[in-house]
């Protein structure tokens, strides 16, 4: 099994920064083949959105309402993937949950609340 640990987040004003971090643990052979690793989000009310994601070989992935102010990033040999948001805007409000992908499953955190104050 997999667990993901997820930190950071919390209530900012607008305009402002955070880093949210996530680190895989568990099973050695099943987190060595880690291949998706990112950051989804859920506002109240709304689907849940892709944020960003990396591959293990270091292709990204973002949504287009964050590119140029959130950036996400992954360190292979220690299993983990971190989103610095910079210029936060009320809109970014929301539930943000880690994600990795391995082999043909799927594996979530247990999210973390991000508010952004106007």
């Known amino acids: 099994q997999v667990q993901l640990v997820e930190s950071g987040g919390g209530l900012v004003q607008a305009g402002g920064s955070l880093r949210l971090s996530c680190a895989a643990a568990g099973s050695i052979f099943i987190i060595n083949g880690i291949n998706v690793m990112g950051w989804y989000r859920q506002g109240q009310g709304k689907q849940r959105e892709l944020v960003a994601a990396i591959t293990s070989g270091g292709r990204r992935d973002s949504a287009d309402s964050v590119k140029g102010r959130f950036t996400v990033s992954r360190d292979n040999a220690k299993k983990t993937v971190n989103l610095e948001m910079n210029h936060l805007n009320p809109e970014a409000t929301a539930v943000y949950s880690c994600?990795?992908?391995?082999?043909?499953?799927?594996?979530w955190g247990q999210g973390t609340q991000v508010t952004v104050s106007s």
């Open positions: 994600h990795v992908h391995i082999r043909w499953n799927d594996y």
